[in-house]
């Protein structure tokens, strides 16, 4: 019973929120097998343990960010702004949420905060690589070095393609 939940199905549930990735209080609580009305209410009765910069609740703007992104339909009846969790709050979460349940989702959440941390660490130090290796052979390959670039950190186009009938001047 290592692994109670797929890590891919964690992934999924991280968020990057103000800068920081973060779970929201129903994923946790649905990974938790708990209400999230208990979620919530184990982690307000321990105040102490949940400073700002291991759990927050999402603003208006944040909050209509997400409905947009996952649909209305699924947070429909929700009055309350959710809260989020950091890995840091993620694994004070342990400490409130006594359940053998709980400590085993909480071990699988922490090693896939570690993998995406890895997997960040290794995508900046093969970046690092490719600009040392750029400098040093720029002029014969500058066209590889580009496309490699745009691999690994894409530009986002912000000038829309025109499509459908254009009239001729």
């Not at 946790?28 to 919530?40: P, Q």
């Not at 694994?91 to 997997?119: D, G, H, P, W, Y």
Request: glycine fraction near 4%; proline fraction near 4%; hydrophobic fraction near 40%.
């Amino acid at each position: 019973m290592a692994n109670v939940i797929p890590v891919e199905a964690i992934e999924s549930k991280i968020l990057l929120i103000r800068g920081k990735k973060v779970m929201l209080d129903k994923d946790l609580a649905l990974l938790y097998g708990v209400t999230t009305k208990h979620l919530k209410r184990s982690v307000m009765r321990n105040p102490l343990r949940f400073p700002s910069d291991f759990m927050f609740k999402l603003n208006k703007k944040e909050y209509q960010n997400l409905r947009c992104q996952f649909g209305t339909s699924s947070w429909g009846g929700t009055r309350y702004f959710p809260y989020v969790f950091t890995e840091q709050g993620v694994a004070m979460l342990s400490s409130v949420l006594n359940s053998r349940r709980a400590i085993l989702v909480n071990l699988q959440i922490m090693r896939t905060f570690i993998k995406l941390r890895e997997l960040l660490s290794s995508h900046r130090d093969l970046k690092q690589k490719i600009e040392e290796l750029e400098q040093k052979y720029d002029h014969q390959f500058k066209v590889v070095f580009d496309v490699i670039k745009e691999l690994i950190d894409p530009k986002v186009d912000t000038k829309p393609k025109q499509f459908g009938f254009v009239p001729s001047k």
